[in-house]
């Protein structure tokens, strides 16, 4: 019988943690500062027993919402790909998943539960009281060579990072320079006004993630400059282990035709490559990065309510933050 017990950070969790296969950055101590500075949430950390041995852990965050406790793994908004369990190969994650709900409503005290894992399938949620959506991501391959890389990708987006270099685009990486947060934002800005909307986070977040994931090596930052030395375009890449995420991009519209952003992901991809990551996670879907020639990996988002209620109310919440993003982005237009 699989049972998740609630532990506390040690060098020696962590240290035990980073051998598992399946380990992703929001495993890590630094990610989960981050998100709890930026949440103001608890984080969660624990272990998977079956039986007796020890087999896998868990991390999640508890935060707050209306008066009650809520177990994130990740919760939407977060900006955090993934949650959910490091098992042992050959462990079934669909035992450690249906042992997460007595530890989430009973343990913690939880009125909701939410988790994305990337190594979770439909077929692992069936029969357990969830709710699902498929989310699925799109990711590429970085094992083969970059002429196969470059091949992989549609004709005119090879076009477009050959005319970014024809046009003399620079693309230069960033480390230590306290503006890199307001220029990405800036431009994330200017993206989000395209569509009549405001960014859904403030600058305060890229500062956070900066400053927690940074130091230790795992943020990869990119900076685009015009040939007259002006940043048009900058990207957000935090990598680990086998893994780099593409958490943001963002360019100003009237620079677009030097098509710049095409130039930072076949940057990040070569970098990342040349270290050892084997694949690279757009952290989404969406048609427009088909041009680098993805792959499409299903990842269902499941959540379960203690009640009714309590899933109507998060319902209702999601909605209201839309509505409230849109109502922002009119006023803003409005000044």
Known sequence: MFRLHRVEPSAELWADRATYPDRLIFHTPQWLRFVAETQRAEPVLATVHDGGTPVGHFTGLVTKRYGLRILGSPMAGWTTSYGGFNLRPAVPRRAALEALMPFAFGDLGCAHLEIRDRHLT???????????????????????????????????????????????????????????????????????????????????????????????????????????????????????HRTMYFWGGASYRPDQHLRPNEALIWYALRWARQRGVTEFDFVGGNSYKQKYGTTEVPVPWARRSRSPLVAGLRDAAKEAFSLRQKAVARLTRQV
């Open 122 to 240: 439909e077929a692992d949620l069936g029969g357990l009281g969830l709710r699902w959506q498929s989310a699925p991501t799109a990711v590429i391959d970085l094992t083969p060579g970059e002429d196969a890389l470059f091949g992989a990708m549609a004709s005119a987006c090879r076009r477009n990072i050959r005319k970014a270099e024809r046009s003399g685009v620079v693309i230069e990486e960033v480390t230590g320079d306290p503006a890199f947060a307001g220029q990405f934002f800036d431009q994330l800005r200017d993206v989000f006004a395209k569509q009549n909307l405001v960014p859904t986070y403030p600058v305060e977040r890229v500062r956070s993630l900066i400053r927690h994931l940074g130091p230790a090596g795992r943020l990869l930052l990119l900076r685009a400059r015009d040939p007259g030395g002006r940043c048009i375009a900058t990207a957000v890449l935090p990598w680990y």
